[in-house]
């Protein structure tokens, strides 16, 4: 006499197991993706303000911005701890210093190898948008 058995075999079971986590990886690695580009532009934004507030605090000691950004590394105690500037990429950016006068900076965070993603730039202006005095241009700020 046979018996009808129910219930799947080990087989069927893996089979299934292994088409679902390969139909989740094709869902979920896109947006694992775009939220590790995000978190990386989170940075890229964070580390330019630090940057700049480093650039800010050299000005207002010295009535300048530095003619170098060596100075903010060398200065004791540092204005930046990370030399951002060496050519090495940090969290996916590269970060230049497009401008530096005794009155202006521009600074960069370009991606590394993202096609179509975004540039960051921050400059001396942007620094304290909105809080010029009436009068002045924009180019100098009065900090005292």
Do not use: W
């Amino acid at each position: 006499m046979t018996t009808a058995r129910r219930g799947f075999t080990l087989v069927e079971i893996m089979v299934v197991v292994g088409i679902l986590g390969i139909v989740s990886a094709i869902v979920l690695l896109p947006n694992v993706l775009r939220s590790r580009l995000n978190a990386n532009d989170s940075i890229a934004q964070t580390t330019l303000k630090t940057i700049s507030n480093a650039l800010e605090t050299y000005m207002i000691n010295n009535n300048a911005y530095p003619p170098d950004t060596d100075l903010l590394r060398a200065a004791a105690p540092p204005y930046l701890q990370t030399d951002f500037f060496d050519g090495q990429p940090h969290s996916g950016f590269n970060y230049t210093a497009d401008t530096l006068t005794d009155s202006t900076y521009a600074i960069t965070a370009a991606p590394l190898s993202a096609p179509g993603h975004p540039q960051f730039y921050h400059d001396h202006r942007r620094r304290l948008e909105g809080e010029l005095k009436a009068g002045e241009t924009g180019d100098i700020y009065n900090f005292f």
